[in-house]
């Protein structure tokens, strides 16, 4: 079975500062990956995804993710926070041939200005 | 564009009622999902549908009914409501899931509290 794991429930940075949010898995075979963002009251957004190819992803807003299949490892990263990142953000998997997308249980993220 | 529409964002039960949540989506997408939110539990699938006529269980599809008689609607319907399924319940919707890997396209949602 599929899961993912995001171990800190919530990750505090200063703005202008790099920010990192965590996020493990596990699947049979090759994953895809997914990061979204929801903000208060809302649904969820995408940000970016890894299907195969360079390990380093970009996305939305500034943010990029690393996949490491050796980590079983799907980290999200900005190189400077802004206090409007503050947002619950939740990393997804689909196993290769399935139809379902499981996500992990999210990570409150909070930029102090 | 409207994208994927819910209703209705608000309900308040009795136990053993029963409703449906809506969900419309003008995308085309063949791929439809519902999702429900609980804290400090992310998201888990509560049933999905690759195409009209096809449906499946996801991880948690005790207590909730799905059909999908056409492309764009997937209607999820609670038949005894009991006060463990107070969530906030998404929808989603995607080009295609495996194959063409696609990200969802969520809802506002609809929160649901049953009392």
């Known amino acids: 079975a599929q899961s993912v794991a995001q171990p800190e429930d919530q990750v505090n940075v200063a703005e202008g500062n790099p920010l990192t949010v965590k996020c493990t898995y596990s699947?049979?075979?090759?994953?895809?990956l997914f990061w979204y963002v929801q903000y208060p009251n809302r649904g969820l957004q995408f940000l970016l995804k890894?299907?195969?190819?360079?390990?380093l992803v970009k996305g939305s807003y500034g943010f990029e993710a690393e996949f490491n299949k050796s980590q079983t490892s799907f980290h999200l990263k900005k190189p400077s926070a802004l206090v409007s990142d503050s947002a619950l953000y939740f990393c997804?998997?689909?196993?290769?041939?399935?139809?379902?997308?499981?996500f992990g249980a999210g990570t409150r993220l909070f930029v102090k200005a | 564009n409207a994208g994927v529409t819910q209703t209705p964002k608000f309900q308040v039960l009795k136990t053993g009622q029963s409703m449906t949540l809506q969900c419309a989506q003008d995308?085309?997408?063949?791929?439809m999902s519902w999702y429900r939110q609980d804290p400090g539990m992310g998201l888990r699938l509560i049933h999905y549908?690759?195409?009209?006529?096809?449906?499946d269980q996801g991880e948690v599809p005790n207590g909730y009914n799905v059909s999908r008689s056409t492309t764009e609607d997937f209607p999820l319907r609670l038949l005894s409501a009991a006060p463990s399924q107070t969530s906030v319940y998404f929808c989603?919707?995607?080009?295609?899931?495996?194959?063409?890997?696609?990200?969802?396209?969520f809802g506002e949602g609809s929160r649901l509290t049953v009392l």
């Open positions: 989603a919707s995607s080009q295609n899931q495996g194959a063409n890997t696609g990200e969802l396209f």
């Open positions: 699947v049979s075979g090759n994953p895809y």
């Open positions: 890894y299907i195969t190819g360079d390990n």
């Open positions: 997804a998997v689909i196993g290769r041939g399935g139809f379902k997308t499981i």
């Open positions: 995308m085309n997408h063949e791929y």
């Open positions: 549908s690759v195409g009209a006529g096809i449906t």
